[in-house]
């Protein structure tokens, strides 16, 4: 997908939601634990009760793999069914991959090619060589870590070096690498502070941002410092719309609470 047909739906839904499938077998409805595939069918579940609210789905990959092969075929199941039903969605594979040469373009092979997925976030601590063999898929966007919203980013996002935070630094360099145009970055929403500052770097950049909901970000500010001419801006939450119900309606809950966040995007996006 590109970058301006995800910016038409945006605009026809008038939402810049992204829904994080981050699914724990612990925190599911009982009852789907008997399925075949608990965890595709509530996916589905959730995907049919909330898609004409959103714009993107985000598997994380680490709630797949922990459950081994049935879990990389649950996230198999759930990307085909996104692509084949709903082929409008952004997708987006959280895997935080990040090596050099080969291997990185072997991580993107298995996101881009094998599992269709429309981007993947990467980590780039590695530097250059460890992100533009993602870049160098056509039509596919990297989504690199930039300002995360966990505690230990402080360790070492927002220090100085040579005068300059970090991770200022790490946006600068990374416009200077071959096909950029194919990034996008994640900041987190619990440093809505910072948002002023990272336009001024990357004005038009697409920014996933995490910590809207359980981790308390706010949407309000976010959007204040943070939209952009083109929108710009992919919310995600997760547990505060998967997991609004452990009982039978939890789809619909969760449609609930999808739509209300859709409802503040649409009032945003209206003003």
């Known amino acids: ?25 612990n925190k599911i409805p009982p009852y789907l634990l008997k399925e075949e595939d608990p965890i595709f069918e509530f996916n589905k579940a959730i995907i049919d009760a909330t898609h004409h609210l959103c714009v993107a789905y985000k598997p994380n990959t680490a709630f797949y793999e922990a459950y081994g092969l049935k879990g990389w075929q649950s996230l198999e ?31 993107a092979k298995a996101f881009f090619e094998d599992l269709a997925f429309d981007s993947v976030t990467v980590a780039p601590y590695m530097g250059k060589d460890s992100v533009e063999p993602f870049l160098a898929f056509e039509n596919k966007h990297t989504i690199m870590l930039a300002l995360t919203s966990n505690e230990g980013a402080f360790d070492f996002q927002t220090k100085e070096v040579d005068g300059k935070e970090l991770y200022k630094q790490v946006l600068e360099t990374s416009k200077g690498w071959k096909n950029a145009e194919n990034l996008m970055y994640v900041v987190g929403a619990t440093k809505a ?29 976010v959007c204040k410092y943070g939209l952009a001419d083109n929108i710009g801006l992919l919310i995600n939450s997760s547990r505060g719309i998967i ?13 609930e609470k999808a739509k209300e966040l859709q409802t503040q995007m649409a009032e945003i996006l209206n003003q």
């Not at 987006?92 to 373009?105: E, F, H, V």
């Open 243 to 255: 997991y609004a119900s452990k009982d039978e309606n939890f789809a619909s809950s969760a449609a």
């Open 1 to 25: 997908m590109t970058t301006q047909e995800l910016i038409a739906q945006i605009k026809k839904k008038k939402s810049f939601l992204c829904i994080g499938l981050d699914v724990d077998l």
């Open 193 to 221: 502070e910072y948002f002023k500052e990272i336009r001024k770097i990357v004005p038009t950049s697409f920014l996933l941002v995490p910590g809207v909901g359980a981790q308390g970000g706010n949407l309000q500010n």
């Open 77 to 107: 199941k759930t990307i085909n069914y996104l692509n084949e039903n709903h082929p409008e969605i952004y997708t987006i594979a959280d895997a935080k991959r990040g090596d050099i040469g080969n291997t990185s373009t072997m991580y």
